[in-house]
């Protein structure tokens, strides 16, 4: 049984920092993209940053750009998103997904996690 677990998220204030954690269990994603995606209330979801499981290869979100860091560790089967500068407009519930290709649509990604939340107050 394929699991994506984020874990991390909570409540922190404006400037602050955060780092998510998404564990991978139930198969191996090598050939596959991680991604973060994050959907705030009365909004659509949306990509932040997929990193290349195998090449490591990244991408960011204009909105997250130079605050957002996306990293994998493949011993541990784990995908981390380290967010720094957080801003109320960061408030989300955010989810771990895993998909082929490199793509920010939510759409071709198979696989997803629960969700965590995070709220940084002004």
């Known amino acids: 049984q394929v699991q994506l677990v984020e874990s991390g998220g909570g409540l922190v204030q404006a400037g602050g920092s955060l780092r998510l954690s998404c564990a991978v269990s139930?198969?191996?994603?090598?050939?596959?993209?991680m991604a973060w995606f994050r959907q705030a209330p009365g909004k659509e979801r949306e990509i932040i940053s997929f990193?290349?499981?195998?090449?490591?290869?990244?991408y960011y979100a204009d909105s997250v750009k130079g605050r957002f860091t996306i990293s994998r560790d493949n011993a541990k089967n784990t995908v981390y998103l380290q967010m720094n500068s957080l801003r109320p407009e960061d408030t989300a519930v955010y989810y771990c997904?895993?998909?082929?290709?490199?793509?920010?649509?939510?759409?071709?990604?198979?696989?997803w996690g629960q969700g965590t939340q995070v709220t940084v107050s002004s």
């Open positions: 990193i290349s499981w195998s090449t490591g290869g990244t």
């Open positions: 997904a895993a998909g082929v290709g490199y793509d920010i649509r939510s759409k071709n990604y198979d696989y």
């Open positions: 139930g198969r191996t994603f090598s050939g596959y993209v």
